[in-house]
C-alpha cells in the first residue's frame, strides 16, 4: 500500500520541540505506518503544564473520518491520508474542546468514528449553535464547560479498556483487562466527578443569550458525542462479556437466564449512576441557559436513550 500524509498531524498551539529542557507529559499519536513522525507542544496554559504530542507512524490505515478530541488549549487540525493505490482516504480531526485551557490526559487511540451523515447527537442546526466563542469566555461559564469537559475526556478515555472487552492478549506480553478495574471504576469516577462537581453548578445565575451560553451547550453537544460513542462500544460488546468461562456468547446467555453475570451487573450499575449525574447535570444546564432549553432537551434525550440500551444489554 503507497499512503500519502498530505497534512502533518499536528495538534500543538506551541511550536516544534528541538530540545527537551524538563521531561513532558507526551500523548502518543499512531498515524498509518507511511505517515512521517513528528513531535510538538501543546503551550502551558494558567496551572497546566505544556504537553508533548508525538506521532508514531505504527497505526494502521483505516478508511474513513475519525474525531479525537484534544485540549481546548490545543489547535484544530485536519490530516489526510491518501492510499494511491485504492484512492481511498483516511481523515484524522483533531477538534479542541470548548473552553480556554484544561488540564486532559488523552489516550493514543481514544477516537470516535463518525459517519457521513454525522452523529445523530448533533441536532438541530436551527436549535443548538453551531460553534462556541473563540475569543474565550467568563470564569462562571468556565466553570460549567471544565466539569463537561473533564467527564466528556474521561469517557473517551474509557473507549481504549472498552474495546478490549473480549479480545484475546497474547499470554505474558500484555496485561488481562480487568472489568472492575478498567471498566467499573472508571464509569462510577465519571459519575462521581458529576455528583460532586454538579454543587459549583447550583451557584451560578443564568447565562443570557450569547457567547458564554452557547459555548457551555457546544461543550454539551461534544459530551453527548463522546459518551455516546463509548457507550456504542458497551453495547457491540456486550455478548463478550466474561464472566463464567465458556468463551461462547450463546452459552453464557442461557446460562444467564437463570444467574446474571456479575461482571454486566456492576457495569449496569455504575451506567445507571452516570445516567443520574447526567440527567442532573441537563437538568441544570436547562435552569442556567433557559434561552437553550429546546436543544439541551434535545441532546438529554439522545444520551438518555443511548444511556438506557447500554444498561438493558448489562442488566440481566
Do not use: W
Amino acid at each position: 500500500m503507497k499512503s500519502t500524509a498530505v497534512f502533518a498531524l499536528g495538534l500543538g498551539a506551541g511550536t516544534r520541540l528541538c530540545e527537551a529542557q524538563t521531561p513532558l507529559s507526551t500523548l502518543i499519536v499512531p498515524i498509518p505506518t507511511q505517515g512521517a513522525p513528528f513531535t510538538t507542544t501543546v503551550s502551558a496554559c494558567d496551572t497546566v503544564a505544556a504537553f508533548a504530542v508525538v506521532g508514531v507512524p505504527n497505526g494502521t490505515f483505516f478508511p474513513g473520518t475519525s474525531t479525537v478530541y484534544v485540549p481546548p488549549q490545543a489547535s484544530g487540525i485536519t490530516t489526510a491520508f491518501v492510499d494511491s493505490e485504492s484512492n481511498l482516504t483516511q481523515v484524522i480531526i483533531a477538534s479542541p474542546l470548548p473552553g480556554t485551557c484544561a488540564d486532559l490526559s488523552l489516550p493514543a487511540e481514544a477516537t470516535s468514528t463518525v459517519s457521513a451523515a454525522g452523529p445523530s447527537s448533533s441536532g438541530n442546526a436551527g436549535v443548538c449553535p453551531l460553534e462556541g466563542c473563540s475569543e474565550g469566555v467568563d470564569q462562571a461559564a468556565q466553570t460549567v464547560i471544565s466539569l463537561i469537559n473533564e467527564v466528556a475526556i474521561a469517557s473517551q478515555t474509557l473507549q481504549d479498556a472498552a474495546k478490549q472487552i473480549g479480545s484475546k492478549k497474547a499470554r505474558g506480553l500484555e496485561p488481562r483487562l480487568s472489568i472492575f478495574t478498567d471498566i467499573v471504576t472508571p464509569l462510577k469516577n465519571i459519575a462521581a466527578t458529576l455528583t460532586f462537581g454538579l454543587p459549583s453548578l447550583a451557584i451560578l445565575s443564568p447565562f443570557p443569550p450569547g457567547c458564554d451560553s452557547d459555548t457551555i451547550v457546544v461543550a454539551l453537544i461534544d459530551f453527548v458525542k463522546i459518551h455516546q460513542a463509548l457507550l456504542e462500544i458497551f453495547i457491540g460488546r456486550r455478548g463478550l462479556l466474561p464472566g463464567f468461562g465458556f468463551g461462547l456468547a450463546a452459552q453464557v446467555d442461557a446460562v444467564e437466564e437463570k444467574f446474571p453475570n456479575p461482571l454486566g451487573v456492576a457495569i449496569a450499575g455504575a451506567l445507571r449512576a452516570i445516567e443520574t449525574g447526567v440527567d442532573a447535570l441537563a437538568f441544570s444546564l436547562i435552569n442556567l441557559i433557559p434561552t437553550r432549553q429546546a436543544c439541551l432537551k434535545q441532546q438529554q434525550t439522545s444520551i438518555d436513550q443511548t444511556l438506557k440500551d447500554a444498561i438493558a444489554a448489562y442488566q440481566s
